[in-house]
């Protein structure tokens, strides 16, 4: 929306937080008031319990540039799905986007949410739109830095990631005048191009931006309930019912069903009836940043498409899908028996799908250990996790199909049988880890950090110290000294 004023000398850029519910915009954007001196100045349409609904506003002008003064509209965007249509329609008028993320609760969700954001802005036809990124809750316990943030965002490397504590006010002044620097050399190339606007800014406080929200996007009224469900699915979340279909954009790829032809599904005759199980529910839709298609039913049945699992030749379908399947029987002893490969026809294209039950997995366990009341319980629970973790990574070394595991995607069978719950894909060369090897071992820090760090603010960590490192393994006799250091750090 860059525009310059020349009547009043100003050119006007316009910087939005966007970023996850509850990460912080809105705090940051109060925060940012205060730093400025403009705290008064904030003007917030509508919250419910505690969300964004509109947006928040204010104006600052400061800085130079081409001999005219910037004039910055600030507004946050509302993070709920639900509200999806005000969120994408106040991004499209950005010049740079300050995003912000709770890096305390970093996952998978917050990595899609990003992705979304890009796809937003990628529909905007002028100059690229750069966005900073927030760490935000660095007061916190757990928090993740902006090194390890920058790991987990590596496939985005021009992006800096900042540190901030919105509530301390640490770091905001540092993402603005970063993001305003952004916003003016956007201006500049527009500027270049000679598409840089000349006039009166059509919008010049909260009030206006409002109004044309109003006129341009269906306003949503929500009861209050449905805002917190929303919280919990976060962003890319697309239920497959008849009223969301139509607000979504991407095309929903065709799914193997009843119809489908025995030669195009593996094992055929259970395959079928996996296939009638997983269909009976609701279908949850949700499209990873990486383009995987992963559909996750009500009664526990999960499917996984890759970006690049589609093919327009029938021969090449069914010869990627005998690789599938090779695949799938060089590891069946990882793999439960609720789990079928499947070509979906859709028009003249074919896309492979992998199909397969959930059993309760890592998370579910280390959850359950980590709640514990009896502190040697705990410590037992936790470290049993830890070893079912390690012999995992082990296990799937030793075959060549390539996995990506995680706690999440780790599961126990009712036997006590680990069974992997992801997809596989072509492979690596299989690996023998020795017991101290350093892999293994960033490995089990990397996974259990995060659960452990949630939980031990609540716990008596010393004591849960003692008890752990009392407890000696026969095998993988590291994991209690890699797991205390953890509890450990949380308190440091
Ligand atoms: N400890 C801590 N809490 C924070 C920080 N930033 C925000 N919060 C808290 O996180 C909660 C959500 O903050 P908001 O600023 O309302 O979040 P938002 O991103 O605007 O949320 P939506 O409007 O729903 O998208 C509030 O309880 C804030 O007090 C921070 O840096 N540290
Ligand atoms: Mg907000």
Request: proline content about 4%.
């Amino acid at each position: 929306m860059a525009i310059i004023d020349n009547e009043r000398e100003v050119i006007v850029v316009r910087i939005v937080y966007d970023g996850p519910p509850l990460s912080g915009k809105t705090t940051s954007l109060y925060s940012l008031g205060k730093i400025l001196g403009q705290s008064k100045k904030v003007y917030t349409p509508k919250e419910v319990e505690g969300h964004t609904i509109f947006f928040d506003w204010l104006d600052y002008t400061g800085g130079y540039f081409k001999g005219h003064s910037i004039s910055c509209q600030i507004i946050t965007v509302p993070g709920q799905n639900i509200l999806k249509e005000h969120r994408e329609f106040l991004l499209r008028s950005a010049d740079a986007i300050i995003f912000v993320l709770d890096a305390t609760h970093t996952e998978q969700s917050t990595l899609d949410y990003f992705w979304q954001t890009q796809q937003m802005l990628a529909q905007q036809a002028e100059e690229t739109v750069k966005i900073v990124i927030q760490a935000n809750k660095q007061d916190l316990k757990g928090a993740l830095s902006s090194q390890q943030l920058k790991a987990l965002f590596s496939e985005y490397p021009e992006v800096k990631v900042i540190e901030t504590s919105a509530t301390l006010g640490k770091g905001i002044r540092e993402s603005f005048v970063l993001a305003v620097r952004l916003a003016t050399e956007r201006a500049s190339l527009l500027m270049e191009r000679g598409k840089l606007a000349i006039g009166r800014a059509e919008i010049v406080d909260g009030e206006s931006l409002l109004a044309q929200l109003k006129n341009t996007v269906e306003i949503k009224t929500l009861p209050d309930n449905t805002l917190s469900t929303e919280t919990a699915l976060l962003s890319t979340e697309i239920a497959l019912s008849a009223e969301n279909e139509e607000s979504t954009i991407i095309h929903l790829p065709q799914l193997p069903d009843e119809s489908t032809a025995p030669q195009w599904l593996w094992p055929p005759l259970l395959g079928k009836k996996m296939l009638v199980a997983l269909l009976k529910n609701q279908l949850k839709p949700h499209l990873k940043y990486d383009k995987t298609w992963i559909i996750d039913s009500n009664n526990g049945w999960r499917c996984f498409s890759k970006a690049d699992w589609y093919y327009t030749n029938p021969t090449v379908a069914r010869a990627a899908l005998r690789t599938y399947i090779k695949l799938h029987l060089q590891c069946s002893p990882f793999l439960s028996e609720q789990r079928c490969v499947a070509l979906a026809q859709d028009e003249q294209q074919w896309r492979l799908w992998q199909i397969l039950h959930k059993v309760p997995t890592l998370t579910d366990k280390l959850q359950q250990a980590l709640q514990r009341t009896d502190m040697h319980q705990l410590a037992t629970e936790v470290l049993a996790c830890a070893q079912y973790y390690v012999h995992a990574q082990q296990q799937a070394a030793n075959y060549s199909p390539e996995f990506n595991l995680s706690l999440d995607n780790i599961g126990l069978d009712s036997a006590e049988q680990l069974i992997y719950l992801g997809c596989i894909d072509n492979g690596h060369t299989p690996h023998h880890f020795s017991e101290t090897d350093i892999v293994l071992i960033e490995a089990l820090k990397q996974a259990f950090s995060a659960p452990i760090a949630e939980h031990a603010q609540s716990l008596d960590v010393v004591k849960i110290c003692a008890e752990i490192e009392s407890i000696s393994l026969e095998q993988y006799n590291f994991i209690p000294k890699v797991i205390s250091e953890l509890f450990l750090h949380t308190i440091n």
